[in-house]
């Protein structure tokens, strides 16, 4: 995939994405981005906060392999920031992180807390997934997830760390997650309990609904070997519910699920060292 970006003056970002090399018969697909302030409320309380197209997650860029996508960024904003287009190989263009990671943000300050999204490709026409086709996919920007299945199907989650400095432990009560894909990479089909994501990594995992519908918490905590005593611990967990469709009474407090110990560093190595081409 490759990434070319061209300023045409101080308010407008032309960038063009393509899945292997620069060619003239790939499709090409425009996005327009605006960035501004915009009023948010979360528990309970009100404020303005930098958005790209009043959206908080942003805008999601979905691509087919070979593609080209153009985005024209206007910035309304109070202040200057820049754009990333993370892992995304851009030539002529040195800062470009290694991995392909699919996801875009803010580069600038802590802009990027707010002024982020995901950028998916699926695979060319006629190529398929080398695993088995999910019944549906679901982006998840950790920091603000949501998801309710159908029993019985195959869910795609495309998972995106988008903490500024936190590695996370992430879990679904009662279900395991099967990792096909990191940064961009398919690999081999490998079970867990939980991934550890770090800070701009991405995951694609396959979640299978065959509890018992109900409501389940899916759930991160931070990872760190900070000394909880010198508060340099984040000991919060951020939590979303998994639930299922249908009628029945669901439990009138669902479950957590497991994490290892927060500053477990064998733990949050596990997933990594297991995971193969």
């Known amino acids: 995939m490759w990434l070319i970006m061209k300023v045409f003056h101080l308010q407008i970002l032309v960038f063009l994405l393509f899945g292997g090399g620069i060619h003239c018969q790939a499709s090409t697909g425009r996005h327009t981005f605006v960035v501004r302030e915009t009023s948010y409320t979360r528990l309970c309380s009100t404020k303005n906060i930098l958005t790209v197209n009043g959206k908080f997650p942003g805008p999601t860029i979905y691509a087919i392999k070979g593609e080209t996508i153009i985005v024209d960024v206007y910035n309304r904003g109070k202040e200057n920031l820049t754009i990333h287009w993370h892992g995304v190989t851009m030539p002529r263009y040195p800062w470009t992180d290694g991995p392909s990671t699919l996801w875009w943000h803010a580069h600038s300050d802590w802009t990027r807390a707010t002024v982020h999204g995901a950028i998916i490709i699926y695979p060319k026409n006629g190529t398929k997934y080398p695993f088995h086709k999910p019944n549906a996919e ?10 309710t299945v159908d029993h019985g199907k195959t869910y795609l989650l495309r998972i995106i760390n988008v903490a500024l400095h936190e590695a996370l432990f992430f879990s679904i009560a009662k279900h395991k997650m099967t990792v096909v894909g990191t940064d961009g990479s ?3 089909p490998l079970t867990q309990d939980y991934i550890t994501i ?9 979640l299978e609904a065959n509890q018992r519908p109900d409501h389940y918490y899916m759930a991160a905590i931070t990872y760190s070997i900070a000394p909880k005593y010198r508060n340099f611990y984040d000991n919060t ?5 998994v639930q299922y469709k249908g009628y029945y009474t ?6 957590l699920p497991h994490f290892p110990a927060y500053n477990d560093t064998n733990a949050s ?3 990594m060292a297991n995971l193969q081409a």
């Open 138 to 147: 679901v982006p998840i920007i950790l920091g603000t997830f949501k998801l």
């Open 186 to 188: 398919y690999t081999k």
């Open 198 to 206: 770090f800070p701009g990594q991405t995951f694609d995992v396959l």
């Open 237 to 241: 967990t951020t939590t979303a519910i």
């Open 250 to 255: 669901p439990s009138s407090l669902p479950s």
């Open 269 to 271: 190595v596990q997933v």
